[in-house]
């Protein structure tokens, strides 16, 4: 039986907009699942739902199999890490995250106990004694998932809480998160825009975009098998290149452009995709084009080739690098690309 479920939830605030849409959405006990999306998509009111921050217009969240649907934030039993820390500002570190436990009602011992094993397990015993104002934003984020963990919750809730720090920040409290998840093993729902964050953390992620999951998968499966445009677009750094065309007896047909499909049954309208790194400079390849811009990341170089069914993105070594205006082959394997159907956008 799923530990967390939402069945039909939806959310219309009164001035008409459908925040939510009517999501099904269900997570295994001691899974980590990460709602993905651009701003506006949804998924932190989703959040907010099954903290009881938000009522529901529709649905019903269960939680080990009761309904939480309507209880208060406080008989949720949640720990919720916000975005911005809203540590207490008058309090020291180990009385922030006490406070929960105070809350609680649990007893003095008991709580200094608790309190010094999280810190303990944080890395923040040495900052016990200190004012939120006197620690970075990496420390605060620290002392935010301290005070969550503390009561030993049966669900975490996440809202972006990596989202203010910097690079080797987030990159060092990920870590942290999955690490510390994985060994409390309570089942965490997190949500975030960065599409790293997700696929480095999640046991699955879900893709939302308008109110509604696009696509519920495993990460490699998210990007190796994205279910529809939307999601082949936004999942990568670039996103899947597009070229519209048709498939008749067994190739694709682009502009100018035949590639060999492994799949002789499609046929019609069709929307080839394929990413950037499995495009190969060819100089026999059967699609022509000249470089339209290089950008140098270090690791790896984002060519831009301008070509007769449009410009395509594609990622080479880093030494590869090709002057504006040059004129290159392409060619990808057809195992590497994805059909889609340009009316609906579904992937066949």
């Given amino acids: 039986m799923s530990f967390l479920r939402l069945s039909g939830l939806e959310k219309t605030y009164p001035d008409g907009t459908r925040a939510v849409k009517g999501i099904d959405l269900e997570c295994e006990e001691g899974e980590l699942v990460v709602l993905l999306g651009p701003s506006g998509c949804g998924k932190t009111t989703t959040l907010r739902m099954v903290a009881g921050l938000e009522q529901p217009t529709a649905g019903r969240i269960e939680v080990a199999g009761e309904q939480t649907t309507g209880l208060p934030p406080g008989a949720?039993?949640?720990?919720?890490?916000?975005?911005?820390?809203?540590?207490?500002?008058?309090?020291?570190?180990?009385?922030?995250?006490?406070?929960?436990?105070?809350?609680?009602?649990?007893?003095?011992?008991?709580?200094?106990?608790?309190?010094?094993?999280?810190?303990?397990?944080?890395?923040?015993?040495?900052?016990?004694?200190?004012?939120?104002?006197?620690?970075?934003?990496?420390?605060?984020?620290?002392?935010?998932?301290?005070?969550?963990?503390?009561?030993?919750?049966?669900?975490?809730?996440?809202?972006?809480?990596?989202?203010?720090?910097?690079?080797?920040?987030?990159l060092e409290m990920r870590e942290l998160i999955r690490t510390q998840q994985l060994e409390t093993g309570v089942t965490t729902l997190y949500v975030t825009h960065d599409q790293e964050e997700a696929m480095s953390l999640a046991d699955r992620v879900v893709v939302m975009e308008a109110g509604q999951i696009r696509q519920n998968a495993p990460p490699a499966q998210v990007y190796e098998h994205p279910a529809d445009l939307f999601v082949a677009h936004f999942i990568g750094s670039?996103?899947?290149?597009?070229?519209?065309?048709?498939?008749?007896?067994?190739?694709?047909?682009?502009?100018?452009?035949?590639?060999?499909?492994?799949?002789?049954?499609?046929?019609?309208?069709?929307?080839?995709?394929?990413?950037?790194?499995?495009?190969?400079?060819?100089?026999?390849?059967?699609?022509?084009?000249?470089?339209?811009?290089?950008e140098y990341l270090g690791v790896c170089r984002h060519l831009y080739i301008d070509t007769e069914v449009g410009r395509l993105a594609m990622r080479v070594e880093s030494d590869g690098r090709l002057p504006v205006g040059a004129e290159v082959g392409l060619s990808v394997a057809a195992e590497h690309v994805r059909l889609f159907d340009p009316?609906?956008?579904r992937g066949w």
Avoid at 103 to 130: N, P, T
Avoid at 145 to 154: D, S
Avoid at 275 to 293: F, I, N, T, W, Y
């Fill in 343 to 345: 009316t609906t956008g």
């Fill in 76 to 170: 949720r039993d949640v720990g919720f890490v916000f975005q911005f820390y809203a540590l207490y500002p008058h309090l020291r570190v180990r009385e922030n995250v006490g406070f929960p436990l105070e809350c609680m009602g649990v007893g003095k011992s008991e709580r200094q106990q608790r309190v010094g094993e999280i810190l303990e397990r944080l890395g923040l015993s040495q900052l016990a004694e200190f004012l939120p104002e006197q620690l970075s934003g990496g420390d605060q984020q620290r002392v935010a998932l301290a005070r969550a963990m503390v009561r030993r919750p049966r669900l975490y809730l996440m809202d972006e809480p990596l989202g203010t720090l910097d690079a080797d920040l987030r």
């Fill in 238 to 294: 670039p996103g899947m290149n597009f070229v519209e065309g048709r498939v008749h007896e067994g190739c694709f047909e682009g502009k100018g452009w035949t590639l060999p499909l492994s799949q002789e049954s499609l046929r019609g309208p069709a929307t080839l995709g394929v990413r950037p790194e499995h495009l190969r400079l060819d100089p026999q390849g059967p699609l022509r084009g000249r470089v339209a811009m290089d």
